[in-house]
């Protein structure tokens, strides 16, 4: 109990710190008028659409309340609620400061570059913050309301489905806002840039491009909110798969409330650190922009580790625990795994996406010879870019079973996600200087801050880069964790001779034909999905050049300086496109659970062996998903990341630089990749929560 | 025994046939003395080529056949050496046609487009019939001369493990070839329109370029001898698993010999069904060359169906089967599902890679707004493309198992595989076309000549698409049986009391984090391998380009026609570079079992504990190279196929045709696809082959 309130303490000052932060940012100086007024453009597309979004996402919404709380009772329906709406609130927030903080971050770097990296850290801080916040306190306090206020056992069903609900509730929110945010972004951007860059031959963020103000618009609703939405989606699943598994492992021994509190307390902890560390960013005399986030992110591992030491000595202690193998102390050394998977993939990433190694070097390179040898380098690039985070994934399940078995994994996603706030932080912190980088060139400031914004901006594309590999990662580390929820409950319905469960004996070998059946259709979803994602992005950017080219050729004086293009009009069309266009693929994975489950019920020959087969065939879509959709959105995120960054590598004065052949081809490539990294594939991480969730579910819904 | 003396009959008249098709190519007129010249040295470079990538292959295939003679006995080794002989042979032989057919169809098309289609598909079906041939002749031949010769049971470890190596050294010979022609004719095709149609501006195979034969020899070594090879292998393979499972099945029965016989029964009536099928490849009043491919495909089909039945009704009867619970008609029922899989996949790669429909047109329409929008809306194609024919592959999996289990699914594979005469017909005679174009151009014939070529080879391209989707979708069904094999295996010895396998109990549910480490690891598999190719294709084509450069730059005469350019070199480099490429990516799939073997008995603590986990690892492996291996290469050859003819169709006319820039997007488009689908796409298939069959002689090895 008090154990909770602590955890509850450390959410309310992530709150505390958000609004502190916000403060701090909004007494900066917000700049000239004109830069104001470019600010305000940009404020009020994002507004606009996040409310088209959200109530658009509010009725799809009220209609699985209803359902939940006539399936599976009110508590359950009501965990839902808080999910969705909590998941809702961190993207809301941290994109309201964000479209605040861009102004001011390009007023901060026309003095210094340290100044624009202070403001637009702290924007993507308090994003970071509320997400790991608002996401502890929802599970925490909905977690004590059922079992302290409702006096319900904490493992019982009631408690077990609220919190799943809660993760679904969380994962919708997230796949509709990171599809939705990331086609209006990308299509802002890529159809802007074709008709901008390629047909008018005028700069990125031209005021005269009548697409440009959607573009940044388009910044703050798909890499901030979106973003915001993907990770306390992923926060949130991890902790009650972990709670869950606790339920069931530590059943009927006096510490299961605290090994259920165990993963909420390290999540708690971090939040302090994450606050701590957010203070170590600072540039140092190399003006290293990533050296400065580094000593945030290394203080905030250091103290980590410590943290959660001191919480499980407290909590679980670090001896022997009851009714398991394993001691505390090895629950604590899985905590470490957790945080060296997350280093080891943040370093690979670096590499792969940085200026300063080979594989963007090579990019750059391949563009000199043309358009395809970038596209066909950047390709292999990102194939290549799976390898060493699968193996460190690999190595993590390994490590950690050996140590303290299922649980041992689920601990270690739970420390690698604690870090969520920090990470969040140094992403959330991109779109702002992306933003800041267009509002300069709008307003005519002087090439010293564009290059300053530039140079945050490449940093931004590692990071971005860095937080899809890390919770990806997270879900491919998890995965045994997801499905061991699915096996445990299902096994647990079987055992209490639930009505409908009777005679079902699911199979989950590899010699059971529907399970191979079941890992090659999850094995689909991810391609299908990307393929959605794809073609979405293609026509609303084919329409953004129909509309730019219709603007131009009905006010010629837009070119001459003497008209000013109809921002809003670009605006509205993406949002509209953006919201059609994210309903059909984010239904995929909430309807393949159930459309394999019945299909395969029906084809195996219904009763008790068809039920078992279905369940089989479900399970193993579980990992199907996540064996291709790991690949899938890695190579994704981070060959994108390698084509934007090659781009600037070029436009840093290598191989021709700027305006050369070489660009040209890089700038190609920069737009594959902007729907790669910025669309398809980090909605990946999102699909696969919600197969896994919409499973679990469905398993209660079965039951009832 | 009269059996198999039937089916070594319908081996030796696929040999006829190939003897009588070669004649009557050889006999028609070879065109002017310019063709000859050009086809001369395109003949001479793609030999010397095959003759240095199969000495190169010929020192890695001693080692191996040492190796195994040491560890397994000299008839294992002999396998082997059968199978990668003849795999070899096939290739070479097909080659050797086809590198003389290609001028003689050039000389053909100058008078009608049916007599330039009737040489080209002839000169396809000689290496179609050849695979088809040579591999039943090897299987059945050795087969028969261990059981009948040697006495051996024919589901002793001996037998089982000459056919096992015998289908190693059939893909081991495939994955070099694919992989090599691959990165040859690759690496000459990107290399030498990039220096040519981009930086020069003279068009395709025009003679002043010097990567030009280059690019013709590539044609024949990469489309021809690889994919020979590769579909070799998939035969045999196929046709060896069936019988392993058939062993293991019907062991003790009366009808053992007759069960493990069906597979190869029904390769020998199938190529029957195939000769007589070419003859029906006939132009109609339509001109529709796809269409008249289609007339010789229906009538293989159709006759094959009759011919099965026949095929099972004589040699097990359509009764219940003894030891089994189904009939020889539930497996008739499922030939007749390998057949309908096939025309499915055939149907559904038609569809994403032919002009006449959405998905070629949609990047036709996308190359419109540029280079970045041709390759957003290929990649999105080419992953979508992987829906269908994976749920066609699920479909045929769930039927067939519900037929007749396990060896229901073997029995369509090895149907499905039967048709592979026919099937690489279609697709040889790809290369011939592509070759004749190349030659028409070269020898200044008149430009409706080119136009015919032109309209052969873009049904090639989706022909070519169609094999790759046949071959992969082939071990997606048959994946199953491969992972069946193996467990199998494990079983035997595991009953038969190997001192080695003592205690061992694998565990193949999904409940096992090996299992699911061994997923992984098999899913990253293809992703490395696919990188591996296209940056060595990137590579390839870099050093094309930079030695084309230099001798435009040493010799100013070769633009203006006055000198000759020196078209040996560009082989010579490209012949290097291909053999030194192919090694470490061959390497891969041969090494990764082993490797994952010892390193996971190390980690899980040795002795039977860690044997029993490593099993379960490495079989894992097998599905999971599957699972993404499966997605990477259908939306590699279908993406690459449709970007080609998206190219092909703009080059018609549409979107402002020829030298408009939608066409320079969809040449773009056209190079990303190169390597896609002839280099890293097609050499996943014999990776996927390879990657099993270790692991099955790893367990024959570790028994001894």
């Given at each position: 109990?008090?154990?909770?309130?602590?955890?509850?303490?450390?959410?309310?000052?992530?709150?505390?710190?958000?609004?502190?932060?916000?403060?701090?940012?909004?007494?900066?100086?917000?700049?000239?008028?004109?830069?104001?007024?470019?600010?305000?453009?940009?404020?009020?597309?994002?507004?606009?659409?996040?409310?088209?979004?959200?109530?658009?996402?509010?009725?799809?919404?009220?209609?699985?309340?209803?359902?939940?709380?006539?399936?599976?009772?009110?508590?359950?329906?009501?965990?839902?609620?808080?999910?969705?709406?909590?998941?809702?609130?961190?993207?809301?927030?941290?994109?309201?400061?964000?479209?605040?903080?861009?102004?001011?971050?390009?007023?901060?770097?026309?003095?210094?570059?340290?100044?624009?990296?202070?403001?637009?850290?702290?924007?993507?801080a308090i994003t970071g913050l509320l997400v790991a916040g608002l996401a502890l306190l929802g599970v925490t306090l909905y977690f004590g309301f059922l079992v302290h206020s409702l006096k319900l056992a904490p493992d019982s069903r009631t408690v077990v489905d609220a919190m799943v609900a809660l993760g679904f509730g969380a994962s919708l929110i997230s796949i509709f806002a990171r599809l939705g945010g990331g086609i209006f972004t990308k299509g802002a951007d890529v159809g802007g840039d074709l008709v901008g860059k390629v047909e008018a031959g005028i700069p990125e963020d031209d005021p005269r491009n009548p697409a440009t103000i959607a573009d940044n618009v388009g910044d703050n609703v798909g890499d901030c909110a979106g973003m915001a939405a993907d990770l306390f989606?992923?926060?949130a699943v991890t902790a009650v798969a972990t709670m869950v598994l606790a339920a069931i492992y530590f059943a009927?021994?006096?510490?299961?409330?605290?090994?259920?509190?165990?993963?909420?307390?390290?999540?708690?902890?971090?939040?302090?650190?994450?606050?701590?560390?957010?203070f170590f960013v600072k540039l140092g005399p190399s003006q290293s922009i990533m050296g400065a986030l580094y000593k945030g992110l290394i203080a905030t591992g250091i103290l980590s580790l410590i943290g959660i030491a001191l919480v499980i000595y407290y909590l679980i202690g670090f001896g022997k625990l009851e009714g398991v193998g394993y001691t505390g102390m090895a629950l604590f050394e899985c905590g470490v795994v957790g945080l060296v998977v997350t280093a080891l993939i943040i370093w690979i990433t670096e590499y792969y996406t940085g200026t300063d190694y080979r594989p963007v070097k090579s990019i750059a390179q391949a563009s000199v010879t043309g358009h395809g040898t970038n596209v066909i380098q950047g390709l292999a690039v990102s194939m290549e870019a799976t390898a060493l985070p699968a193996l460190v994934i690999i190595a993590g399940i390994?490590?950690?079973?050996?140590?303290?078995?299922?649980?041992?994994?689920?601990?270690?996603?739970?420390?690698?996600?604690?870090?969520?706030?920090?990470?969040?932080?140094?992403?959330?912190?991109?779109?702002?200087?992306?933003?800041?980088?267009?509002?300069?060139?709008?307003?005519?400031?002087?090439?010293?801050?564009?290059?300053?914004?530039?140079?945050?901006?490449?940093?931004?594309?590692?990071?971005?880069?860095?937080?899809?590999?890390?919770?990806?990662?997270?879900?491919?580390?998890?995965?045994?964790?997801?499905?061991?929820?699915?096996?445990?409950?299902?096994?647990?319905?079987?055992?209490?001779?639930?009505?409908?469960f009777q005679g079902v004996n699911p199979d989950f070998s590899l010699n059971n034909p529907y399970v191979v059946v079941g890992l090659l259709f999850g094995g689909l979803l991810p391609y299908l999905f990307g393929a959605l994602g794809m073609t979405a992005v293609g026509r609303a950017a084919g329409a953004i050049v129909e509309e730019v080219r219709r603007q131009f050729r009905e006010k010629p004086g837009i070119m001459q300086g003497t008209d000013k293009p109809d921002y809003g009009k670009a605006v509205d069309l993406l949002t509209r496109a953006a919201i059609k266009e994210m309903i059909i693929p984010s239904l995929l994975p909430v309807l393949s659970p159930i459309v394999v489950y019945f299909?395969?019920?029906?084809?195996?020959?219904?009763?008790?062996?068809?039920?078992?087969?279905?369940?089989?065939?479900?399970?193993?879509?579980?990992?199907?998903?996540?064996?291709?959709?790991?690949?899938?959105?890695?190579?994704?995120?981070?060959?994108?990341?390698?084509?934007?960054?090659?781009?600037?590598?070029?436009?840093?004065?290598?191989?021709?630089?700027?305006?050369?052949?070489?660009?040209?081809?890089?700038?190609?490539?920069?737009?594959?990749?902007?729907?790669?990294?910025?669309?398809?594939?980090?909605?990946?991480?999102?699909?696969?929560?919600?197969t896994n969730i919409v499973a679990l579910l469905l398993l209660a819904i079965l039951a009832h």
């Open positions: 109990m008090t154990a909770l309130w602590l955890i509850v303490l450390c959410g309310v000052l992530s709150v505390v710190y958000a609004i502190w932060a916000t403060s701090s940012v909004l007494g900066a100086d917000a700049g000239s008028p004109r830069m104001q007024e470019i600010a305000g453009a940009v404020r009020e597309g994002a507004q606009a659409y996040l409310r088209r979004q959200y109530t658009t996402i509010g009725l799809v919404g009220i209609v699985i309340f209803a359902l939940l709380a006539y399936f599976l009772g009110v508590y359950v329906a009501i965990g839902f609620a808080i999910g969705a709406v909590l998941s809702g609130a961190a993207g809301f927030i941290g994109m309201n400061v964000s479209v605040r903080a861009n102004v001011r971050t390009a007023q901060a770097a026309t003095t210094s570059l340290a100044g624009g990296l202070e403001l637009a850290f702290k924007a993507g989606e992923t926060y009927k021994t006096p510490i299961l409330a605290n090994m259920m509190t165990l993963p909420l307390a390290i999540g708690g902890i971090c939040i302090i650190t994450s606050i701590i560390g957010t390994l490590v950690t079973y050996s140590l303290a078995g299922l649980f041992g994994i689920a601990i270690a996603t739970a420390t690698m996600l604690a870090l969520a706030g920090m990470i969040v932080a140094l992403d959330a912190f991109g779109p702002v200087t992306d933003n800041a980088g267009g509002i300069a060139e709008m307003a005519g400031l002087p090439k010293e801050v564009r290059k300053s914004t530039d140079a945050l901006d490449a940093v931004g594309n590692t990071t971005k880069a860095v937080t899809k590999g890390y919770a990806i990662g997270s879900a491919g580390l998890g995965a045994l964790v997801l499905f061991a929820a699915y096996n445990e409950d299902l096994k647990f319905f079987i055992a209490g001779k639930n009505a409908y299909l395969i019920y029906a084809i195996a020959g219904g009763g008790a062996a068809g039920k078992s087969a279905a369940f089989s065939a479900v399970g193993a879509m579980l990992l199907g998903v996540i064996v291709t959709g790991l690949f899938v959105a890695i190579s994704m995120t981070s060959g994108g990341g390698a084509w934007d960054n090659a781009k600037k590598y070029i436009e840093d004065g290598h191989f021709g630089g700027k305006g050369s052949d070489a660009h040209k081809s890089a700038v190609t490539g920069d737009t594959v990749g902007d729907p790669y990294k910025d669309t398809a594939g980090p909605a990946v991480n999102p699909m696969i929560k919600i």
